[in-house]
């Protein structure tokens, strides 16, 4: 099983910072990562496919970069309506596994 | 729109079986281009994957749950069900249906979720 490493668990940032959180699969995937926004007593929402490329509607704030193992997804500016919880996707060999999470607070 | 809803029961006994059907409306499940499956997150935790069915029947489940978990389709009624096996407290979670993409895994598309408890 592919195992997704996300760091950090935990994020405080203030409005307008730049925000960057990892995720590392135990082997190469491809660009099969997916990038999702949950906010508390919701379903999570897709932002990114594919590692980099932005679901419809999504603000061009959030961005995804990597390929094989290691992958980055960056909110360029925080705005408040970004608080929530993070989480990668790898999809490899008919498999999904979901990363840690990264719970994002307003400093 | 695409939507997806969760039914079934919301408390089940612990070594009992719990059974959740997802009924998709919108789009039709024998689409082919999806897999519609099933995730879980327990309390206050993180997302895990159950498995998933293609419209034709063939299933793909999470390696730890392989042995208690059968997931089914029902074309006719453009529904999808989940029954989990000897549950114990640990299966307590927010269950979500949804449709993830054949390509990229994605997971486009959610339920609500629906919250089921595990105790006697």
């Known amino acids: 099983d592919i195992q997704m490493t996300q760091s950090p668990s935990s994020l405080s940032a203030s409005v307008g910072d730049r925000v960057t959180i990892t995720c590392q699969a135990s082997q190469d995937i491809s660009n099969y990562l997916n990038w999702y926004q949950q906010k508390p007593g919701k379903a999570p929402k897709l932002l990114i496919y594919d590692a980099s490329n932005l679901e419809t509607g999504v603000p061009s704030r959030f961005s995804g970069s990597g390929s094989g193992t290691d992958f980055t997804f960056t909110i360029s500016s925080l705005q408040p309506e970004d608080i929530a919880t993070y989480y990668c996707?790898?999809?490899?060999?008919?498999?999904?596994?979901f990363g840690q999470g990264t719970r994002l607070e307003i400093k | 729109q695409v939507q997806l809803q969760e039914s079934g029961p919301g408390l089940v006994k612990p070594s009992q079986t719990l059974s959740l059907t997802c009924t998709v409306s919108g789009g039709s499940i024998s689409s082919g281009d999806y897999y519609w499956s099933w995730i879980r997150q327990p309390p206050g935790k993180g997302l895990e994957w159950i498995g998933y069915i293609y419209y034709s029947g063939s299933t793909y489940y999470n390696p730890s749950l392989k042995s208690r978990v059968t997931i089914s389709v029902d074309t006719s009624k453009n529904q999808f069900s989940l029954k989990l096996s000897s549950v114990t407290a640990a299966d307590t979670a927010v269950y979500y249906c949804?449709?993830?993409?054949?390509?990229?895994?994605?997971?486009?598309?959610w339920g609500q979720g629906t919250l089921v408890t595990v105790s006697s």
């Open positions: 996707q790898q999809y490899d060999n008919l498999s999904i596994t």
């Open positions: 949804a449709r993830a993409g054949l390509r990229s895994g994605a997971v486009n598309y």
